[in-house]
């Protein structure tokens, strides 16, 4: 009868259990970490955009030509983007000059 309250009592016993919790949840807390940072930097990376965008019209629709118009928008969106530090692999600006 004693060995069975002995055994009970070792099953019962919560050494040791705070650190198991942690194990399994330190992962889990390190991907919502992670994951909020990348959304983060994508809320940023798309502010910076959103941003260079609207200098590069504004140069634009103060240009005489079309030709002149292009060009000072590229240069304002790249001036833009450098300044916000955000590096792209590629920069494309296409101004419609229809209207």
């Not at 240069?75 to 983007?81: C, F, L, Q, W």
Request: proline residues 1%.
């Amino acid at each position: 009868m004693r060995a069975i309250r002995t055994l009970i009592a070792k099953l019962r016993d919560e050494r040791g259990s705070a650190g198991l919790e942690i194990a399994i949840l330190a992962p889990a807390l390190a991907a919502v970490l992670v994951l909020l940072a990348a959304s983060g930097r994508l809320a940023l990376a798309g502010n910076a955009v959103e941003s260079a965008a609207s200098a590069a019209a504004r140069e634009a629709s103060l240009a005489r030509t079309t030709a002149q118009a292009q060009e000072a928008a590229e240069d304002m969106a790249r001036i833009s983007m450098e300044q916000s530090g955000v590096n792209c692999t590629t920069l494309s600006v296409n101004i419609d000059a229809s209207a």
